[in-house]
């Protein structure tokens, strides 16, 4: 597990929030770390694949809270979970265009013997392979099985 890129770089980051003493940032590292770490005491592989999964898992905790946070109209905290949001963002892979989404779904579509949603979403998902929100993604498997 700790030869893997995104963790020696969440560690050098935790380091360097440490001595910068910017609490915020140092308490999200620890949080994906701490996550990353149960999978690990649970026996999931850790990979570059998995760290993603993490990140795109924290990233969704954190929409959610915000949309809580909307209706009860706390401004301070919808500000602090979008904080949280670009420090997670900042060790994603590089999000696929919308046309780039749209070639690897029509090419997962068009190889899958099964036309169904859930099986096609599913080879999609592996072919974005974490550079696409899941949401994203869905809407354009609906987009694409719909013009078929």
Excluded: H, W
Aim: overall charge positive.
């Amino acid at each position: 597990m700790e030869s893997l890129k995104t963790i020696k770089i969440l560690k050098n980051d935790l380091t360097a929030f440490m001595k910068a003493k910017d609490l915020d940032k140092l308490n999200v590292i620890r949080g994906i770390l701490n996550e990353i770490n149960i999978r690990d005491m649970k026996n999931i592989k850790i990979t570059e694949d998995e760290i993603v999964k993490v990140l795109r898992s924290e990233i969704k905790k954190r929409k959610e809270s915000i949309e809580i946070f909307e209706k009860a109209k706390r401004q301070d905290l919808i500000e602090k979970e979008s904080a949280e949001i670009c420090v997670i963002e900042k060790y994603l892979p590089a999000e696929l265009s919308d046309e780039e989404l749209l070639k690897i779904v029509k090419v997962v579509v068009e190889t899958s013997s099964d036309k169904s949603f859930g099986t096609v979403m599913k080879s999609a998902i592996s072919a974005v392979n974490g550079k696409a929100d899941g949401k994203k993604v869905s809407a354009v498997v609906k987009q694409v099985l719909e013009n078929k």
